[in-house]
């Protein structure tokens, strides 16, 4: 069974850099992708960035793209989020989150394992 740790997440000032990363216990091997989800507080849970484990495709919301970088690690079976230019809006619990199933990756029901979030917290 897969079980995903997410890790790396702390304060940043606006402006500023951060990287998550997202470890697979069990490896990658039976996961067709794996992505990134965001909550703020009173909101709900938002798509962020994915990639497609063996043809390492990604996809990232409109509000990230060019500011945020996913990638993949297969020999630490890790996954990455580079966070560049943090803005206030991108304060948010982060998901790590992975999928065996062929199709959509953007969606929250897309994907049937969760890690238990990393909080970011961005000020001004």
């Known amino acids: 069974q897969v079980q995903l740790v997410e890790s790396g997440g702390r304060l940043v000032q606006a402006g500023g850099s951060l990287r998550l990363s997202c470890a697979v216990s069990e490896g990658t091997i039976n996961t067709y992708a794996m992505g990134w989800f965001r909550q703020a507080p009173g909101r709900g849970r938002v798509f962020v960035a994915s990639i497609i484990w063996s043809a390492g495709r990604t996809y990232y919301a409109d509000s990230v793209k060019d500011r945020f970088t996913i990638s993949k690690d297969n020999d630490k079976n890790t996954v990455y989020l580079q966070m560049n230019s943090l803005k206030p809006e991108d304060m948010a619990l982060y998901y790590c989150?992975?999928?065996?199933?062929?199709?959509?990756?953007?969606?929250?029901?897309?994907?049937?394992?969760w890690g238990q979030g990393t909080q970011v917290t961005v000020s001004s």
């Open positions: 989150a992975a999928t065996t199933r062929v199709g959509s990756t953007t969606r929250s029901f897309d994907y049937n394992y």
